[in-house]
């Protein structure tokens, strides 16, 4: 694997030849226009979060939002590939949706969650249902979120289970 920067997309990207080269993980490259302070400010810097939707337009909006804090994304569509990045390029979090083709949500969580060093798992979902939430706690979700989801809301989430797990491994 190697680093390379992207003039056009502002982006710096992470290419695996292993897997045929494709993108990896990507962010914009804030170190080439903000100071340190700035950068200092990105609640999410490099932090590697994998976004599995099925959903197009929720997945660029995931991805611009986490980006925008200056997290490491990367973006898959279906539950096998999701399984196959987290056992292949682990990242440090899945904001993960319960309904997927191939593989469903609570699938891909109970595969992640059973490896050593598994990534925290923030489930969503346009699904109210109760029984579903408790079905994902007992399979060892981080957070639990349902759609329409407030950005906001995912990011600070996100950076509190980080926070908290680094916290908790000093």
Known sequence: AFDFWCRTCRLDLRINHAENVRLVFSRPDWKRYMSEEDISNKRLYDRRVLIVDDDPDVLA???????????????????????????????????????????????????????PNPPLVIMVTANEGKRHQAYAETLGVDAYMHKPLRLEKLITTAEQLLTEREQAAK
């Open 61 to 115: 909006v995931l991805r611009q939002s986490m980006q925008a804090e200056g997290a490491l994304t990367q973006c898959c569509s279906d539950g096998n590939t999701a399984v196959h990045i987290c056992e292949n390029d682990p990242p440090d979090l899945v904001v993960l949706d319960m309904m997927l083709p191939k593989r469903s949500g609570f699938l891909v969580l109970e595969r992640v969650k059973t490896r």
